[in-house]
């Protein structure tokens, strides 16, 4: 028997399940096959809008979680959905960097970003779903993925950054010694035929690319919200709002991220926080109104110094 701290919920039932898989199918099909069927570049403007309806979305979800569930269910969808989506943001660091380094055009980013975000829908099903698994039947994984968690944040709040280059990565050279390719661009196909051999163009590369980050940040960022609930459900609906809301995002904010320099403090505290609440979980109990409260000061508080210090630095004002 599990010590009460470690007790999985049993929100989820194969209804509910089914119900959330069906909606995030049918607005897929909805965002490519209706409002984004041709190859165009997405403007701020209508990124912002698209980001908005994404967290509207959330935040209905989170409403019926509230009326169905209760309170409490409610807050760890919010404070899990917080905490990926401020994950997230080195994933948009990443999108710009890959795209950037296989030449892809702005207009044809949307799609690699749609089917790289539609991959990882299924990805962290797969996660999730092991993890639930593995916590359930070894309980003290908790304080093993708890460890991880506070050493990750301890590296990144003293790693200094450094500019990366995703072709010159590891995986890059294996992905291109395992599969064929080629530098030409075949308007936003993925595969083209050239000499009677089929070659992977660019896209499809980055492709490639983007899911390999994906699964890299979820290593991170999946354990992080096993700290907050062991409910596969909330653990998974809260993921998958947060990273269905990063394409929109990418393009809104991509020429701004570098304006949230301490936002990686403020999201390794985070880790920290997080990591050690697992680790002392049999013995210490922290509700999830406090958790969200820490988890909202901790990137709040990163995010409105990062705006402060750039904006004393463009107006030149002395330090203090």
């Known amino acids: 028997m599990h010590p009460p701290a470690l007790a999985l919920e049993t929100v989820g039932n194969p209804w509910l399940w089914l119900g959330f898989l069906v909606l995030v199918l049918v607005l897929l099909a909805l ?10 570049v997405i403007r701020a403007r209508e990124a912002l809008g698209w980001t908005a309806v994404w967290a509207s979305l959330a935040a209905a979800f ?29 994933n948009l660091f990443v999108f710009v960097l890959v795209f950037a380094s296989f030449a892809i ?85 993925f595969f083209l035929v050239e000499n009677g051999r089929r070659l992977a163009t660019p896209l499809f590369l980055a492709l490639c690319m983007i899911e390999i980050s994906d699964v890299v940040f979820a290593l991170d960022s999946v354990p992080a919200i096993f700290g ?29 991220l570098r304006r ?35 988890v909202v000061t901790l990137l709040g508080g990163a995010m409105a110094y990062s705006l402060w210090r750039t904006r004393r630095e463009a107006t030149g004002s002395p330090e203090a």
């Open 31 to 40: 965002d490519l096959g209706v409002f984004h069927r041709r190859d165009e």
């Open 62 to 90: 989170a409403g019926l979680v509230w009326w169905r569930f209760g309170a409490n269910k409610a807050i760890e969808f919010v404070t899990g959905y917080l905490i990926e989506q401020s994950l997230s943001v080195d």
């Open 105 to 189: 055009p702005p207009k044809l980013q949307h799609r690699v970003l749609f089917w790289g975000i539609t991959t990882a829908f299924f990805l962290r099903l797969v996660m999730i779903v092991g993890g639930t698994a593995l916590l359930s039947r070894f309980h003290w994984l908790i304080y093993v993925f708890g460890g991880f968690l506070v050493v990750t944040g301890i590296r990144i709040f003293f790693h200094e950054e450094q500019e990366h280059h995703p072709e010159k990565s590891v995986a890059f050279r294996v992905l291109r010694r395992l599969v064929p390719s080629t530098s030409r661009m075949e308007g936003h196909h």
């Open 228 to 256: 907050i609930t062991l409910d596969p459900f909330i653990v998974f609906t809260s993921n998958i709002f947060a990273i269905m809301g990063l394409r929109s995002l990418y393009f809104a904010v991509a020429q701004l």
């Open 260 to 294: 949230f320099e301490y936002l990686k403090a403020g999201l390794a505290l985070v880790l920290v926080f997080i990591g050690l609440k697992m680790v002392a979980s049999s013995w210490v109990h922290v509700n999830a109104f406090a958790s969200l409260g820490v």
